[in-house]
């Protein structure tokens, strides 16, 4: 379903030859989310590029750097982050966070109070949305 959606969407979908360990690149990311905000699109956009269109080895610290660099990430406070653990406790942090709300794996949304877990097919994820929304729309009308 991931390749007819990418396909659909235009989107490059190269699956890698080998599963790599993506917890350094997540917790790069965790920590430029939560530390360097303005740089985190591009630097997320490019490490999710890296993977799954590029074919590249979000494993290896010097294609995380690359991405890094070219997103205005400092450097120097992302390897410190890294080497001391404070970055991977982000994720920790973050995946305590989700189980607590009933997350037990990727993709989930919490939309309007409920959560959606799993790929889902683009017209039903559009009319959750559409649905949230609307429940959005109707409760701001009942406050006025």
């Known amino acids: ?7 659909a969407a235009g989107l490059a979908l ?27 699109a591009e630097f997320h956009h490019k490490l999710f590029e890296a993977h799954f269109a590029l074919g590249e ?6 294609v995380i750097d690359r991405h890094a ?8 406070a992302l390897h410190t982050a890294l080497a ?18 009933g997350v037990h794996g990727t993709p989930a949304w919490l939309l309007d109070g409920r959560l959606i ?9 559009q009319r959750v949305a559409q649905d949230a929304l609307g429940q959005q729309a109707r409760s701001e009308r009942t406050r006025r």
């Open 1 to 7: 379903m991931l390749e007819q959606q990418a396909a």
């Open 14 to 40: 190269h699956w890698p030859a080998r599963i790599p360990n993506s917890r350094k690149a997540l917790a790069a990311a965790e920590w430029v989310r939560r530390n360097q905000p303005n740089a985190f």
């Open 57 to 62: 080895d979000i494993d290896d610290q010097a």
């Open 69 to 76: 660099a070219n997103a205005g990430v400092d450097l120097g």
């Open 84 to 101: 001391d653990g404070s970055a991977y406790a982000e994720v920790d942090r973050a995946e305590r966070a989700g189980r607590q709300h």
């Open 117 to 125: 877990a799993g790929l889902q097919p683009a017209p039903e994820f």
